[in-house]
């Protein structure tokens, strides 16, 4: 079966990939984003090579191997003893394991790259400023009700697909799914040019574990910036869901004035100037994603804690398994209801290894001696075997 008309409410990664995964196929795609222009936070993303494979058999290698960086190692280090504890190489290794690369990348040149593609794609309109209010069901088709430029707008579809992230209205108002809540988790993200970087730390992808709390660090940008990450559990009130924070406020949180950070780490959580603050959220899995013509894909289905940094991945996956999934299927309906059957299960096993990540990240002191301890005796350097279920994941 091929031709469908779909609509995708939502132009973020996930979107903009079962855009391209679907358009490939010989179906017509509109995506409704409602932001005026593609714009993404000021920060990186790691793609691993579940997902990037996926993205390089959409012809996107050459164009994202430009713009990413694959880090010469992951390097493990632990508050509790005061520096490294395990090392694990990269560089070309996830390549010749897994058939695709460990990228780096930065989110806005990720979406620039899908957004050429699905622009330059004639099955693919991309229309912005576009916000889905809701969805009318007809006998055989449905009909999407939104505002493009302040206008309402009726768009006859065979299928909505909702990958409008976390806060998704199909998955909330339209399919009356769970709301988002907070995880009683912050992400503090900042990017600076790599030169104000630490040398030794440039070319890897670094991890700090502390009791309630952990750095995440790697280059982006073709190696010429240097993303950071820090993740604190605490409980913010703030009704926005992602604000400017100042060097003082993470010094605060982060307690930067105890003795708490080895000089390293402080040195990193003192590297920027501004950062954006996050609140990390989440909803039950335990829904139906999909009901007739219409499904849910990314955030939007199943949003995760990114301490196994696969929320993007996973979108990825859902866009190319929902394509595979209408080629024999007789209806939308049934192929949504099949796509729903193969993803729940994965998803679900890597929202529970976030938080088991999560867990292992933030342990107290007095239980994080024997986490190091494991991790100097050797099950550091099979770090990658550990995350191989999750990397050498392949569509059918
Ligand atoms: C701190 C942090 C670090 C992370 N690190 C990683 C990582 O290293 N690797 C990884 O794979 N993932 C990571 N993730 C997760 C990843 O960012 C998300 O899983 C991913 O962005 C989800 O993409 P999406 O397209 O499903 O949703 P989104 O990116 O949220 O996109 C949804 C889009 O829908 C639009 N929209 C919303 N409502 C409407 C509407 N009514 N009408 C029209 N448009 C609408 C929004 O404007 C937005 O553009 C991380 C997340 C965080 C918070």
Known sequence: MSGHSLIVAGGGIGGLAVALTLARDGHRVTVLEQAHE?????????ISPNASRILVDLGLGPALARVA????????????AAGEVARTPLGSRPEERWGAPFWVIHRADLLAVL????????????????????????????TIHATVAGEARDFPADGLIGADGVRSRVRIAVRGGPPARYTGRTAYRATVPIEAAPEELRRSTGLWFAPHAHIVHYPIRAGREWNIVAIVE??????????????????????????????????????????TKWALCGFD????????????????????????????????????????????????????????????????????????????????????????????????????????????????
């Open 38 to 46: 593609l714009a993404e936070v000021g920060a990186g993303i790691q």
């Open 69 to 80: 960086v694959t880090p010469s190692d992951i390097r493990v280090f632990s508050t509790r």
């Open 115 to 142: 957004a050429a593609a699905a622009r330059a794609h004639p099955l693919v309109d991309l229309v912005l400023d576009a916000r889905l209010r809701g969805v009318g069901a007809e006998p055989g088709h449905i």
């Open 234 to 275: 605490d409980a913010w009130h703030d009704e926005s869901w992602s604000v400017a924070a100042d060097r003082a406020e993470v010094a605060r949180v982060f307690g930067l004035s105890t003795t708490r950070w080895p000089p390293l780490a402080r040195r990193l959580l003192d590297l920027p100037d501004q950062w």
């Open 285 to 396: 899995t335990d829904f139906e994603w999909s009901s007739g013509a219409v499904t849910l894909l990314g955030d939007a289905a199943h949003a995760t804690l990114p301490f196994a940094a696969q929320g993007g991945g996973m979108a990825i996956e859902d866009a190319e398994v929902l394509a595979r999934t209408l080629r024999g299927a007789p209806n939308v309906a049934s192929a949504f209801h099949a796509y729903e059957t193969l993803r729940k299960p994965r998803a679900r096993a890597i929202v529970d290894q976030a938080a088991k990540n999560g867990r292992i990240y933030h342990m107290p002191d007095g239980l994080a001696f024997f986490r190091d301890t494991t991790l100097k005796l050797g099950v550091g350097s099979r770090l990658t075997d550990r995350m191989a279920w999750i990397y050498g994941w392949k569509a059918g």
